[in-house]
């Protein structure tokens, strides 16, 4: 299934209590899953979380001593549904996929799951592929876990704190009965560095146990009466308890500084960027101490509105590191402040911009012109910042002039990619036909649409370039063309495109 072995980081899933595990983030919330006494695990492969579904496909022993059931979904729905087993039984398991693309594909299953609520801990592992590297459309998860009731978990950049969300992340599910989104940039998912492991848990109620003691409560199926229970039961019960175990086990995280009247609140997942960008302005040391309090919200989604009051009683002004839009965060912030009567100014894309990957030197612009603004003494008091080296008046020059320079190099085929010969082929028939409108599908098959082919006029989804081209089964002297890969054919292709080409006669 996999392109390589992953035999050594499987090697690492048997690291016992004490030992220190090294690798990247995405691993090390494979071996959290173990610790956590996961009971089965689902995914669907793609970038930032293929990791995860390479090692466990690799690590059948392992998974076979514990109890644990691991599956290479056909979608991500497939995936999401798995987590069905944990509805009415005491059993911890994840899903795990690329986001936002396939938490749309999912989202069917994500409402389902969050309606009828859990029992057994249920955890989303999402890969939240945000930024100008990014290969799909540019959408929050948020969005996701507002509308469905979800937690979302957005933890610190380093190995303690991501393999702490996963494992608290399964206790917070449980703890109220609601699924939990474990969301994870591609930083986190990458960053290298260590943790101390502890034994993997074999989980005490097994999927055998489920099997030959089965549970039927139709109060969990969505069907009225159930589903108008449900909606209050998340108000009314799930909310509540999220809120408490939030608080009690202080899943986010406040770091004081010596600037009290002003403040920094931020996703988890921007914390070693907005922390860098601090140290170069000379608002924070190499250890990490910043001058200018820190609220980190690792956990996102539901935020807390006690903390927030709390961080903010004694501030003229924060601002709120926020990547992506609409800015979520920062509206429910203004709306518990003014609510509770706090008269704190917040700053948030009044500083950074609406949208767009917050890199290091956006983060930097926006904290130098928030604190400019609210305490322009810090930057004044005689700590000078990090001078970064800046490049000769030569390079400078060169910098300026290489776009006229240098060829583009958009992506295309590998050398010997067998699907190459199809859009030459392509090519060579539009000479004698002239153009086509063709629909084009999700996988490497869609630099067909650049250079030298530029071939191909839409995309709307993995398997759907067939129904994409279904509106135009008109009479006419050309005829759409309709391409799919066979991982498309098969995560969505055969129902979507071709049997509903086949059901219209198209």
Request: charged share 20%; aromatic share 6%.
């Amino acid at each position: 299934m996999a392109e390589r072995s992953f035999k050594s980081e499987v090697a690492k899933l048997r690291l016992g209590d004490g030992q220190e595990f090294r690798g990247e983030g995405i691993l090390a919330v494979t071996k959290a899953l173990l610790q956590s006494g996961v009971s089965y695990v689902s995914g669907y492969q793609g970038a930032p979380i293929s990791h995860l579904v390479d090692v466990l496909a690799d690590a059948d022993d392992v998974l076979r001593e514990l109890g644990i059931r691991f599956e290479a979904s056909a979608n991500e729905a497939a995936a999401a549904a798995a987590l069905a087993a944990s509805i009415n039984y005491p059993l911890r398991g994840a899903a795990t996929f690329k986001s936002t693309v396939g938490t749309n594909v999912a989202s069917d299953a994500l409402a389902n799951l969050a309606s009828s609520g859990v029992t057994g801990g249920a955890l989303i592992i999402v890969g939240e592929d945000y930024g100008e590297g990014s290969s799909i459309m540019q959408e929050r998860s948020h969005a996701f876990a507002m509308k469905s009731q979800i937690w979302l978990m957005d933890p610190r950049p380093n190995l303690p704190s991501i393999v702490h969300a996963v494992e608290k992340g399964f206790e917070l599910s449980e703890a109220s009965n609601t699924p939990v989104m474990l969301e994870l940039r591609i930083r986190a998912c990458h960053v290298y560095g260590s943790f101390t492991a502890r034994d993997n848990a074999r989980p005490p109620f097994s999927l055998k146990d489920a099997l030959e003691n089965p549970v039927r409560d139709t109060n969990r199926i969505v069907l009225p009466p159930a589903s108008y229970l449900h909606e209050r039961e998340k108000i009314e019960k799930r909310w509540p308890a999220a809120v408490r175990f939030i608080e009690q086990h202080k899943l986010n995280e406040v770091f004081n500084g010596e600037a009290g009247d002003i403040g920094i609140v931020m996703q988890g997942g921007m914390y070693n960027t907005a922390l860098r960008a601090l140290e170069i302005l000379g608002l924070a040391d190499v250890f990490g101490e910043s001058r200018v309090p820190l609220y980190v919200l690792n956990v996102t989604y539901p935020l807390i509105e006690s903390e927030l009051i709390r961080f903010c009683a004694d501030k003229k002004a924060i601002l709120i590191i926020e990547e992506g839009q609409p800015e979520f965060i920062e509206q429910a912030v203004n709306t518990i402040l003014r609510r509770a009567d706090v008269a704190t100014r917040v700053e948030g894309k009044s500083m950074l911009p609406m949208a767009g990957e917050y890199t290091g030197g956006v983060v930097k612009e926006g904290l130098r012109k928030f604190i400019a603004a609210r305490r322009p003494d810090l930057l004044s008091d005689g700590r000078p910042p990090i001078v970064l080296p800046s490049p000769s008046d030569r390079l400078a020059k060169a910098q300026r002039t290489v776009a006229g320079q240098v060829h583009g190099r958009p992506p295309s085929f590998c050398t010997g990619c067998p699907e190459r010969p199809i859009f030459t082929a392509m090519k060579l028939v539009e000479r004698e036909l002239g153009p086509h409108h063709v629909s084009c599908d999700i996988g490497c098959h869609l630099f067909s649409v650049l250079p030298p082919f530029n071939v191909g006029n839409s995309t709307m989804g993995y398997g759907l370039g067939g129904a994409g081209a279904a509106a135009f089964n008109a009479v006419a002297g050309k005829r759409a063309i309709a391409l799919v890969g066979d991982g498309g054919f098969w995560h969505n292709g055969l129902a979507s495109s071709v049997g509903n080409a086949v059901f219209n006669k198209s």
